[in-house]
């Protein structure tokens, strides 16, 4: 089974920066599309970046131009570089396959709060 373990988050002042891991294990992380995600208190997940196997990207609207997804096919990790952060991006983050669902394996998460 595929363990997922992410990092970097903490409390930072609106307009700060901070940049997420995700440590992923497992033989084929790098034919997989990867995505992160995000979780505030009393809403549903949602995805904010994506990254395909060949490294095309998405974002989530309200992210484009502040947040960055990349990854490192040979180290297994997954980033997401967080600039410009509004209070709004308080969350709790995960990463995962880009089409996971709720029921499937997801690791801890960790949490980002932005204070105004």
């Known amino acids: 089974q595929v363990q997922l373990v992410e990092s970097g988050g903490g409390l930072v002042q609106a307009g700060g920066s901070l940049r997420l891991s995700c440590a992923a294990s497992g033989s084929t992380f790098r034919f997989n599309a990867m995505g992160w995600y995000r979780q505030a208190p009393g809403k549903q997940r949602e995805l904010v970046a994506a990254i395909s196997s060949g490294g095309s990207k998405n974002y989530l609207d309200s992210v484009k131009g502040r947040f960055t997804i990349s990854r490192d096919n040979g180290k297994n990790i997954v980033y997401l570089q967080m600039n410009s952060l509004k209070p709004e991006d308080t969350a709790v983050y995960y990463c995962?396959?880009?089409?996971?669902?709720?029921?499937?394996?997801w690791g801890q998460g960790t949490q980002v709060t932005v204070s105004s």
């Open positions: 995962n396959n880009r089409y996971a669902r709720s029921t499937d394996y």
